[in-house]
């Protein structure tokens, strides 16, 4: 009778385990899609029996829950980099776009220096001028749209980083309540699940470093910096460096997270504020740049009223800032003085003092260093000047931006279309002037002018005149067939230059007065077979004049106008440094999105509910439930039969 006993204990063993697998494997379908969920299965272990008896059935059953912890530890880093690299395959196709689209700043200042070459053919046309002068109007309209839209780029970044960190600090509460809930419940399937999954989900904002505890609690670190531990949670925030640069703390006492732009969408947020500010910078360098040379250029010229040119552009001046750490009297104040030396990426610098090695500067954004020269109190350097006031002590140090805002302030000044100096500030004309404004040739020989231009440094056989006679009648008379004197036409009689005529014949160098062209020279090369006596007259440019014209047409090409070479190298070469950031961070999104998906099919291969699996386990489990079924109902028929015959 023991025996029917021990059969009928022995299948109630087996029942009750396939019980709780038809249990586990519903369990396991229900959570087919819950995220974190690992698959749970049935351990089944024999029962113990005596020797030579028969067995014992089976143990009570086990429930283990799928180790995936490399599996899943793969995952999490795919998400960081796919997020990341997601953001800024937005972001950074975004900002290439500001300077093609609607700002589209190349193509309005090359439709610029385009209309200035035809004006140059007629520079007397007021209808082209006009041309001109709305040319100019676009110019700084799409300067200002690619600004614009750079700011909203940058915004969205700040408003993306911001409740980037709201999200993580809420899951980083949750599991600091999942492992109050694990020292509770040691390794609860439930809460691991939870777990999983808050991990999953932080992982896509910064990078996640973990340390599982016995009880399957967790510590978490993400760049070296404690997030989560015994003690709680350390709440991410928002911070701002005195340079105005955006980053990231953590805890009450504001540790510094280290995320670079590759470290979720926290590290691609602060990457889109750095590219999209640094596009800002550059930007406004060449608007600097832009405006500057066009400026030098007008000045170089005479407008249609036979005045000297004045600035077309207005553009905002560089700005200094002092260290609030500084402990000198230093005070400074910049100009941009050659523009064709400012960097492309605009800078900012950092302007430091040393009282043993002197001033020097760093570039913000290239980190290169430039030599800072010093005459009296001016500083010079990337094609800056800085008066200096007061004393600087040992360590003192200065925030110099070249083009703070530069591309959302340009505007234009010139307001009349006579502003704009096509003309040369000189015409040359063989012979004397007469009182009535013409010139009377009586030259025995000929003398033939050549192109003019403008340069730093005359010619080693020109005649310099100095500035001060700038803008008067001059005449140049010769006294031999290769000797001549420069002098006023008002008086004829006082030498102000002298020169001579050799193989390559000669040149007159004129300086400009102060203004945006101090510095500079109107050049023009002169040469023939003069006889003694002969004169060659020079007069202000006329309104027919578009050599000027020519010069500010030529600007966008020429080499020398900007630290790329030319104009239009500068432009280009910021557009296509963006436009390959953006494929880079395009290509990349779609890499690490794969490596998403690989991850996420190993993790599902070794954690997952493979529900077809499931099916056959189901099957099996409902065969052997009704097997053990039967085994309880044989035994208790035998067990009646046996009552029956007593």
């Given amino acids: 009778m023991s025996g029917i006993t021990n059969a009928m204990n022995t299948a109630l063993s087996g029942l009750q385990l396939f019980e709780a697998g038809i249990s586990t494997v519903s369990n396991n379908l229900a959570n087919a899609t819950t995220s974190g969920y690992s698959s749970e299965s049935v351990n089944a272990q024999t029962a113990v029996g005596a020797a030579g008896q028969p067995g014992a059935g089976v143990e009570p059953a086990q429930i283990n829950r799928a180790a995936a912890g490399f599996a899943a530890a793969q995952l999490r880093s795919a998400n960081t980099a796919n997020a990341s690299a997601s953001a800024l395959s937005t972001s950074l196709t975004a900002i290439s776009n500001a300077l093609t689209n609607n700002g589209d700043v190349q193509t309005a200042i090359n439709q610029f220096f385009s209309d ?122 928002v911070a701002s460096s005195t340079n105005g640069k955006t980053s990231v703390t953590a805890g009450n006492d504001k540790t510094p997270v280290t995320l670079a732009e590759a470290d979720g969408s926290l590290g691609g947020a602060l990457g889109t504020i750095t590219a999209g500010n640094q596009a800002l910078q550059s930007l406004g360098g060449l608007a600097a740049v832009f405006a500057g040379q066009v400026n030098t250029a007008q ?257 966008w090409t020429v080499n020398g106008t900007s630290s790329a070479g030319s104009l239009e190298q500068g432009f280009v070469g910021l557009a296509t440094g963006l436009g390959a950031n953006a494929a880079a961070a395009q290509q990349l999104a779609s890499s690490t999105s794969a490596q998403v998906s690989t991850a996420t099919t190993n993790l599902t291969t070794v954690a997952g509910v493979n529900t077809d699996q499931q099916a056959v386990i189901l099957t099996n489990y409902e065969q052997a439930y009704q097997a053990a079924a039967k085994a309880i109902s044989t035994a208790n028929t035998m067990f009646e039969s046996l009552l029956n015959a007593v």
């Fill in 116 to 237: 200035f070459s035809t004006l140059a053919s007629n520079p007397s046309s007021t209808a082209l001028r006009q041309t001109v002068l709305s040319d100019a109007q676009n110019i700084t309209g799409s300067f200002q749209t690619a600004s614009i839209s750079l700011n909203n780029i940058v915004a969205g970044a700040q408003e993306t980083l911001s409740s980037g960190i709201t999200s993580a600090n809420t899951l980083l509460s949750q599991l600091a309540k999942i492992n109050a809930g694990l020292e509770q419940t040691p390794n609860a399937s439930g809460l691991l699940d939870q777990q999983q999954a808050a991990l999953n989900s932080l992982s896509q904002y910064l990078p996640v470093n973990t340390i599982t505890q016995s009880n399957g609690s967790v510590i978490i670190a993400t760049g070296g910096t404690m997030l989560l531990d015994q003690s709680g949670v350390q709440a991410l925030a």
């Fill in 299 to 555: 000045a170089q010229g005479l407008d249609a009223n036979g005045n000297a040119g004045q600035a077309l552009f207005s553009v905002p001046t560089p700005s200094v800032g002092a260290n609030a750490n500084n402990t000198g009297s230093a005070s400074l104040t910049a100009s941009l003085t050659n523009p064709a030396a400012l960097p492309g990426d605009g800078g900012p610098f950092t302007l430091s003092y040393s009282s043993t090695s002197g001033w020097s500067a760093l570039d913000q954004a290239s980190g290169q260093s430039y030599s800072v020269s010093t005459s009296g109190s001016t500083l010079s350097f990337a094609g800056l000047s800085l008066a200096l006031s007061g004393t600087a002590n040992n360590g003192d140090s200065f925030t110099v931006n070249p083009a703070p805002n530069a591309a959302a302030g340009l505007s234009v000044v010139a307001t009349s279309t006579s502003a704009i100096a096509a003309a040369d500030p000189y015409v040359s004309t063989p012979g004397i002037l007469q009182s009535d404004g013409s010139v009377q040739n009586n030259n025995a020989g000929t003398i033939t002018a050549g192109t003019d231009s403008v340069t730093s440094t005359p010619a080693s056989n020109a005649a310099v005149i100095p500035a001060s006679y700038y803008g008067q009648n001059l005449q140049i008379t010769f006294t031999s067939s290769t000797a001549y004197t420069v002098s006023t036409v008002a008086s004829p009689g006082t030498t102000i230059a002298s020169g001579t005529l050799g193989s390559n014949g000669g040149n007159l160098a004129i300086a400009y007065p102060s203004g945006a062209a101090s510095g500079q020279y109107w050049q023009l090369p002169i040469s023939g077979t003069p006889a003694s006596g002969d004169v060659l007259t020079l007069t202000p440019g006329s309104s027919s004049s578009g050599s000027n014209a020519q010069r500010l047409a030529a600007l």
